[in-house]
């Protein structure tokens, strides 16, 4: 038997929802989903799940990339306020089997939300959003204020 401890993640900034995921896998580890009836799998009512993120700066824009496998693109909404990129939906489960056929459920359905800081520097009339094979990708063009610029030196 291993001994498994639960370690924090090591990061450069404090991520507040990513310790509290950690700590919700550690408990979901403990505690299955599974403890019912054998043979009887404990199924779960719809409930909230966050989608995975990938956020990034070049040097014209901020990138967000969240995955959402099997999400329709018509249940998804995008808004931003002040300096929150705010993401919510739904992915609906399958209706071809009947739940009391079901040997495991491991994906998430249902609502989920996603409120992501960004910094103030992106142009918010020029956002962009492409949702193609399971990945939305929001583009948040900087202002041209805030993007880079050489500045020449002049001969003294």
Known sequence: MTLQCWLPRLKTQWDPFADMQDLQREMNRLFPASAGRPGHPTTLPEAA???????????????????????????????????????RGKRQRAHDVEEENYHRVERSFGPFSRALVIPSVVDASRIKAVYRDGLLEIRLPKREEAKPRAIPIEEA
């Open 49 to 87: 799940w966050t989608p995975r993120t990938d956020i990034y700066e070049t040097k014209d824009a901020v990138v967000a990339v969240l995955e959402l496998p099997g999400v329709d693109q018509q249940e998804v909404e995008i808004s931003l306020v002040g300096d929150t990129l705010s993401v």
